[in-house]
């Protein structure tokens, strides 16, 4: 590939994920929807205008760093405190229902998988990759009817940010467990090890910033001090710990998310993320999933990972809920609410894809999840919502 040949593949790109983008918007879906089409459309499997490439593979993980720093910036730590046990009691079941049954889905489909094989922990990562939430649709939706403030909007907002919190935890634990040369007990320790460092680091790291941000707030140096802190607690994750870098990039984002500025920092980063390596990371799933090999078989197994996906999770968090002494109305909105997939979903699959524990042609019952799990959402919790206007009205 000659050197100049990645400005017309980023062009390319650019252009097409930004219009698909806006395409997928119209149609009241997420844009990143739009951008995995486009990526789909511009590689190899239709148009082959694309193809994937070392650089791109690269930007692409940059993309996924920058996205998890931004989600942990996002995060509100004061609102997570406040919710208390039911939130973390919906989220933990949230996680552990589905991780169960991806698991069970996978083997059910090619059979059972012997402790500790190979196979295992494939069947273990279609669970992980259940695990996630995305709950920028349900947010939207809330917003729309009013009831966002409400305890069924805060609990499923608190439930949501601990539950990838979870989801992120889990998938380390799997990557480490699957690499040959580890054991459970070195994985457990790194992994202990790497939040110790992170909580004594963090702390002081979040001193320094908070005074930095007292003396020279909205300067241009705290976003570019962030994005530094975002690289290097990635990096540490990788070669020190033997964790995902995507974790590391998400505990930064966590670190800095109290701090006056944080919003500033999240705006800066998102331009730069927004305009080039978001638009990569995305359509480079689209670009490395395959539709060549989609058998009868595989589309089957798509279907049960959607219908299981989003089952399992109005099962964990909606009977949690009611263990919690919510209604059975309100249990089933929180429940329903848990069930979109998005951004996260995807970055477990790209990493995932990159450790040998998915092959790309499983990334269409992911972005199938995506879609429907987007479209069904708003539609569902509109009906509940409504329900519960003809129950007072009569």
């Not at 690269?58 to 760093?65: K, T, W």
């Not at 942990?72 to 406040?82: R, S």
Request: charged share 15%; net charge positive.
């Amino acid at each position: 590939m000659e050197t100049y040949d990645i400005f017309k593949d980023l062009a390319i790109i650019v252009v097409f994920a930004k219009v698909f983008g806006i395409l997928a918007r119209k149609c009241k879906a997420p844009q990143v929807v739009g951008e995995i089409i486009a990526g789909l459309l511009i590689g190899p499997s239709v148009l082959g205008l694309v193809q994937q490439s070392d650089f791109l593979a690269r930007m692409a993980e940059i993309g996924v760093v920058l996205l998890m720093f931004s989600a942990g910036l996002e995060t509100n730590l004061k609102e997570l405190m406040k919710t208390g046990p039911k939130a973390l009691l919906i989220a933990c079941s949230g996680v552990f229902v589905p991780l169960l049954g991806g698991a069970l889905l996978y083997m059910g489909f090619y059979g059972s998988a012997p402790w500790g094989s190979e196979s295992f922990y494939k069947a273990v990562f279609i669970g992980v990759i259940m695990t996630a939430t995305s709950v920028s649709i349900t947010v939207q939706s809330l917003k729309e009817m009013g009831k966002l403030q409400g305890k069924v909007g805060t609990t499923i907002l608190s439930a949501a940010i601990i539950d990838d919190v979870i989801g992120i935890i889990v998938l380390t634990f799997v990557i480490g467990f699957k690499n040959p040369a580890s054991n459970p007990g070195s994985v457990v320790v790194s992994t202990v090890l790497f939040f110790v460092m992170a909580l004594v680091v963090g702390f002081i790291v979040y001193k320094i910033f908070k005074k930095i941000d007292e003396r020279y707030p909205h300067t241009q140096r705290i976003p570019i001090l962030g994005l530094a802190l975002c690289f290097f607690f990635a990096y540490a994750a990788e070669r020190y710990f033997g964790i995902a870098d995507i974790t590391g990039a998400y505990v930064a984002g966590i670190v800095l998310c109290s701090i006056r500025d944080s919003s500033y920092i999240d705006r800066k980063m998102e331009v730069s993320s927004y305009i080039i390596f978001g638009p990569v990371f995305f359509a480079s799933i689209g670009l490395k999933t395959s539709i060549d090999n989609v058998s009868a078989g595989l589309l089957l197994f798509s279907v049960g990972f959607v219908v299981v996906a989003l089952i399992t999770k109005i099962i964990g968090c909606g009977l949690m809920s009611k263990a919690c002494r919510f209604s059975l109305q309100d249990s089933l909105k929180i429940g329903v609410g848990m069930m979109t997939r998005g951004e996260v979903a995807l970055i477990v699959a790209q990493k995932g894809l990159s450790v040998g524990l998915l092959t790309p042609e499983y990334f269409t019952a992911v972005i199938l999840l995506i879609i429907v799990s987007s479209i069904s959402t708003p539609i569902i919790l509109k009906l509940l919502y409504a329900r519960d206007k003809e129950t007072a009205a009569a």
